[in-house]
């Protein structure tokens, strides 16, 4: 496994999700809603039994609430690192044996673990052959409109700027990452949910309640300084904002499939293994490489 990068602090990224917890706030849970309902319809499309299933670190019960009466699942068990009744252990040394479950499922976890690569292979490793990895998680430009206010608002103030939201995979890296791991038939795609707010200060009090605050390895251990937590509320109104005043905050959740590799799984034609002409489609005369078009 891959340790040369260390993103994010892992203990922190546990820290604010137990208190988190520990101060629910009514609503906080939206988008973590929203991608469980996203996961379970696209599930719901593979007409499959899966005898075996975890879900892998969903923050919350919502995803294996809904594939417990789905009729899609056998047995289902639930990983987080808090423990709280699932399966406890380090996202990035999945505990379970290669080759016994037949689904993965994750909703809004993977974007915190410092290798992604890794934890694919693990995942894989881990699915029977034709098992299903099915997951999403924040990506693309996720708070692009608050990572610009606040890197700005702080090099107005201070002249300088520590890093306050993190970076998020980019769809084009994400098929090349399912493949290395090892995955068949990979799928990706993003959806982009945005977010009305009063003000910036309504939103980070709200990334705050779903556990979201920041937890980068190279974060600036000194709290935000008033001036520039105001200057960049002020940035984000300027910039960011509808015609009624409420500010716009971007959420892309990217979702990605795979399957484990099965010889009964539809498989790429070879080359030249075509059973009618191009030419014959389009009314038109094979010439070969070897020949001019036209000549004698």
Do not use: C
């Not at 629910?24 to 939206?30: E, I, L, S, T, W």
């Not at 990572?147 to 700027?161: F, I, M, N, P, Y």
């Not at 982009?192 to 920041?214: E, F, H, K, P, S």
Request: proline share 5%; net charge neutral; hydrophobic share 45%.
């Amino acid at each position: 496994m891959n340790q040369a990068i260390r993103l994010f602090d892992q203990d922190l990224v546990l820290a604010h999700r137990r208190r988190a917890l520990r101060r629910a706030v009514n609503g906080a849970d939206f988008l973590l809603r929203a991608a469980v309902d996203d996961l379970a319809d696209r599930l719901a499309a593979v007409k499959r039994h899966f005898a075996v299933a975890v879900d892998l670190a969903t923050p919350l019960p919502l995803l294996a609430e809904r594939l417990l009466v789905s009729d899609q699942v056998g047995a289902l068990f639930r990983f987080d690192p808090l423990g709280g009744g699932a399966i406890r252990g380090d996202l990035e040394a999945l505990p379970f044996r290669d080759g016994s479950l037949d689904l993965v499922v994750s909703s809004l976890a993977l974007h915190w673990v410092n290798d992604l690569p890794g934890v694919l292979a693990q995942i894989r490793r881990a699915l029977k052959p034709d098992g299903l990895f099915l997951a999403n998680f924040l990506g693309g430009e996720t708070l692009h409109e608050l990572r610009e206010s606040l890197t700005a608002a702080e090099a107005d103030v201070t002249g300088g700027a520590s890093p306050r939201v993190a970076p998020f995979a980019e769809l084009r890296d994400l098929g090349a990452l399912l493949q290395r791991a090892g995955f068949a038939l990979p799928v990706i795609d993003q959806d982009r949910l945005t977010v009305r707010y009063a003000n910036a200060i309504d939103l980070m009090r709200d990334l705050r309640a779903m556990g979201a605050a920041n937890a980068l390895h190279e974060r600036s251990h000194r709290p935000l300084r008033r001036e520039v937590l105001f200057r960049a509320a002020a940035l984000y109104a300027e910039r960011f904002s509808d015609p009624d005043g409420r500010i716009r905050a971007s959420f892309d959740i990217v979702s990605l499939s795979g399957w484990a590799p099965d010889e009964s799984q539809q498989k790429p034609l070879r080359p030249g293994s075509a059973k009618a002409r191009l030419a014959d489609a389009l009314g038109t005369t094979e010439t070969s490489s070897g020949e001019k078009a036209g000549g004698s």
